[in-house]
């Protein structure tokens, strides 16, 4: 083979060669570049925290909310999979309130939102009424950003979580109607005291 066939095979061979290495090239900084953007979201977008906490050491609960990223969560609405009745205060349904029922604009990152769901031998004792005070539920939280709609999914577990792990609401009765006697009966042997002289 001479020297000019060579060259004639080989233009058309370092093309095609070239053009497996450019479309190589392109399509692996595609895909770096998704991954990129793909990172950049995650590290900026909304993370939601929502939990049931026991607060004045254990004797009530709360269920938290709160954007623990760094970005706000735009038109944020939360759900539940059920009725959930709160016990006290009002002691209507947890849907029923505001900030669940209709949503805020914008739930910006470290606002935490704590709504009281009640006394927590309310939800622990084995005599409650679990249509009203169920053990477990789902919360759901959708919201959007940066044009894509988000919905993350929180189960909620009150009595396996905390069961057995605080004083129960008849325990505290009992504790409390056991203090009282103990006290009443000083205080009233004080007072018979007291009256006699």
């Known amino acids: 083979m001479s020297a000019t066939e060579i060259l004639a095979w080989s233009t058309p061979l370092a093309t095609l060669g070239l053009l497996f290495v450019t479309t190589a090239y392109s399509y692996f900084t595609y895909q770096l570049t998704v991954v990129a953007r793909r990172q950049r979201f995650e590290a900026i ?14 004797q009530l609960f709360v269920l938290r909310l709160e954007n623990i990223g760094i970005s706000p969560a735009k038109d944020f609405k939360v759900s539940l999979d059920r009725d959930v009745y709160r016990t006290y205060g009002d002691m ?14 914008a739930f910006m990152p470290n606002t935490p939102i704590e709504i009281g769901l009640g006394v927590s031998g309310s939800f622990l004792d084995d005599d409650v009424d679990r249509a009203r005070h169920p ?22 577990e009150v009595h396996d979580l905390y069961a057995d792990t605080m004083i129960s609401h008849t325990e505290m009765s009992d504790l409390t109607k056991a203090l009282r006697d103990d006290v009443a009966k000083p205080l009233k042997e004080a007072v018979r005291l007291l009256k006699s002289k």
């Open 135 to 156: 053990a477990r539920f789902l919360i759901a939280a959708t919201y959007e950003f940066e044009r894509q709609r988000i919905v993350e999914q929180f189960p909620i």
């Open 45 to 58: 977008r909304p993370r939601l925290q929502v939990a049931v906490v026991a607060t004045q050491r254990g």
């Open 92 to 105: 209507g349904r947890l849907n029923d309130v505001p900030f669940i029922r209709n949503g805020v604009p």
